[in-house]
């Protein structure tokens, strides 16, 4: 791991805790974000705008954190076969879009539920390993 990857890493884990706190999750334990309060911080109006103030930092935020844990777990040989391998050119603008509207279509599934399951599910979907395996 070089030392630029683990100053991004420790970055984003700074920045997902800086959110947490920021806006802590109702109605859930342990700061667990429901899927039905990502799609509020990560909905957008029709110009792309943040609907919530400060929801595309928190929904970059908590997807850039689901990536990262999947990397940790890839890079342990822990995943499972749902695995995803995002295109480094992806921005995280186009991610929290694709995300959100994976979760748009299926709401009824995640609304309820922890974000995280979701948000992986999403990117298994949008971004499938071709030959990587596990």
Known sequence: MTCNLL???IGRFVVVLFVLFL????????AQFSGEYLIKVCAVDSTGR???KGG????????SGVIDYHN??????????????????TSLN?????????????AKLHRKFTA???VAMA??????CSGYGK
């Open 7 to 9: 100053i991004r890493m």
């Open 23 to 30: 806006f802590p999750a109702r109605h859930a334990s342990a």
């Open 50 to 52: 943040e609907i919530v």
């Open 56 to 63: 595309k930092i928190a929904c970059q935020a908590y997807i």
């Open 72 to 89: 940790m777990l890839r890079a342990m040989d822990l995943t499972s076969d749902m695995n995803f391998c995002i295109p480094e050119n």
């Open 94 to 106: 186009e991610l929290q879009i694709r995300v959100l509207a994976y979760l748009y279509k299926r």
């Open 116 to 118: 995280a399951p979701g």
């Open 123 to 128: 990117l298994f979907s949008l971004y499938p």
